[in-house]
């Protein structure tokens, strides 16, 4: 089955640290996408992708960089993380479907910035 | 700038109670409209999707309606049960590839 996985589910990093999410997926979409999840502000776009070698800034990408060497991995990187950073992150891959598309998420990975 | 507007934050209901959340949006294009759920411990998965042509969008009980005259979309259900207690995110698909604008969520939670 078509999956979307992340890794890890749970980090824990210390301010000023650098700290790595990766992100995988078998559905062969070419669009890719992360995301955080805060109360009060819901889901908000950071990067995208649309395939191998290529990001974008989405809404609020300061403080982001993104890495997408395959078609299959995506990477949100935190140079140099801050205890604002610390939320739940959200990978998905996209399929157009009609006239939109449709974002399979992976699981989220809880991410806390000390 | 595009935006969705999702001013439920919490919604408790009993079994066989109706369910019905709203969003409005601004747009100056013709969005898709969309509801996605999340369970505990889970991403958001896709539940319905209505575009500006078709109106109405049913899936799994739940049904989502749009109207263009006051830029609204809802969903309801007309019969919760337990299983249903869930986030609700209503989204905008404005520009292909470009991601989803996502609306605050609305938490359901349902009593047996």
């Known amino acids: ?114 | 700038g595009d935006s969705v507007t999702q001013k439920q934050g919490q919604v408790t209901l009993s079994e066989d109670d109706f369910l019905f959340i709203n969003c409005t949006y601004s747009t100056t294009t013709y969005p898709t409209l969309l509801w996605y759920v999340q369970y505990l411990g889970q991403g958001p998965q896709l539940l319905l999707k209505v575009t500006t042509a078709n109106n109405k969008g049913i899936s799994r009980g739940f049904e989502a309606t749009y109207d263009k005259g006051t830029t609204s979309f809802h969903l309801q259900k007309a019969s919760v049960q337990e299983s249903d207690s869930a986030v609700y995110f209503c989204a905008l698909a404005l520009n292909y590839a470009q991601g989803l604008t996502f609306g605050l969520g609305t938490r359901v939670s349902v009593f047996p």
């Not at chain 1, 824990?12 to 559905?27: M, R």
Request: net charge positive; glycine share 10%.
């Open chain 1, 1 to 114: 089955e078509a999956a979307v996985t992340q890794s890890p589910r749970n980090k824990v990093a210390v301010t000023g640290g650098k700290v790595t999410l990766s992100c995988n997926q078998t559905n062969n979409h070419n669009n890719m996408y992360w995301y955080r999840q805060d109360t009060g502000h819901g889901l908000r776009l950071i990067h995208y992708s649309y395939g191998a070698g290529s990001t974008e800034k989405g809404d609020i990408p300061d403080g982001y960089k993104a890495s997408r060497p395959s078609q299959e991995n995506f990477s949100l990187i935190l140079e140099l993380a801050t205890p604002s950073q610390t939320s739940v992150y959200f990978c998905a891959s996209g399929a157009r479907t009609g006239s939109a598309e449709t974002l399979y998420f992976g699981s989220g990975t809880r991410l806390t910035v000390l």
